[in-house]
T-cell receptor, first 117, second 114 residues
Framework: EAGVAQSPRYKIIEKRQSVAFWCNPI?????LYWYQQILGQGPKLLIQ????????DSQLPKDRFSAERLKGVDSTLKIQPAKLEDSAVYLC???????????????FGPGTRLLVL | AQSVTQLDSQVPVFEEAPVELRCNYS??????LFWYVQYPNQGLQLLLK??????LVESINGFEAEFNKSQTSFHLRKPSVHISDTAEYFC????????????FGKGTRLSVIA
């Protein structure tokens, strides 16, 4: 079974530029998550999708971050314009989304490491 | 809201020695608890989880964790570590109602020394 795919793996940009990350979840997984992991900290949820609807985006900085999952499969996360403090690893995860509550296992991709100069 | 405290940021240990990685959580509601492991240059993988039932949960590679509600802890233990256990370990918590996000601790870097 193929895992969660993310691209690119690494990205270096200058502040005020824009950047986009792509995620393809495990086939059949209805729930998709984007996390931000700043160096020395644990992952922090940015947004959660159930199929193509947003379940939780309370921690997404909506003035600069946006995400979509148009067909309920793959997803993109965009930052525009980027700030220095956006330097982090952006993790995508997916789960079956059976509606059984928070106990589902989340499967993580390898992440995209972003450096903003 | 839930929160997690991992008391040790780094734990060095000799190969074949026992190890305990500490995790304490805070929550006003009942919780599910998880340990995830991140090997170098890889994504996070679930190691084990507590949802209900027996408070002692085990992984396939010899780790175990015990849910202690009175002490709000979910410490991870292994009686004998291997070089291959070198990784970053994250404790995470969510409410058992399913309507709160998974909240991670800052992680503990386990370094196994030959």
């Amino acid at each position: 079974e193929a895992g969660v795919a993310q691209s690119p793996r690494y990205k270096i940009i200058e502040k005020r530029q824009s950047v986009a990350f792509w995620c393809n979840p495990i086939s059949g997984h209805a729930t998709l998550y984007w996390y931000q992991q700043i160096l020395g900290q644990g992952p922090k949820l940015l947004i959660q999708f159930q199929n193509n609807g947003v379940v939780d985006d309370s921690q997404l900085p909506k003035d600069r971050f946006s995400a979509e999952r148009l067909k309920g499969v793959d997803s993109t996360l965009k930052i525009q314009p980027a700030k220095l403090e956006d330097s982090a690893v952006y993790l995508c995860a997916s789960s079956l989304g059976l509606g059984t509550g928070g106990g589902e296992t989340q499967y993580f991709g390898p992440g995209t490491r972003l450096l903003v100069l | 809201a839930q929160s997690v405290t991992q008391l040790d940021s780094q734990v060095p240990v000799f190969e074949e020695a026992p190890v305990e990685l500490r995790c304490n959580y805070s929550s006003s509601v009942s919780v599910y608890l998880f340990w995830y492991v991140q090997y170098p240059n890889q994504g996070l993988q679930l190691l084990l989880k507590y949802l209900s039932g027996s408070t002692l949960v085990e992984s396939i590679n010899g780790f175990e964790a015990e849910f202690n509600k009175s002490q709000t802890s979910f410490h991870l233990r292994k009686p004998s570590v291997h070089i291959s256990d070198t990784a970053e370990y994250f404790c995470a918590v969510t409410s058992n109602s399913g309507n709160t996000p998974l909240v991670f601790g800052k992680g503990t870097r386990l370094s196994v020394i030959a």
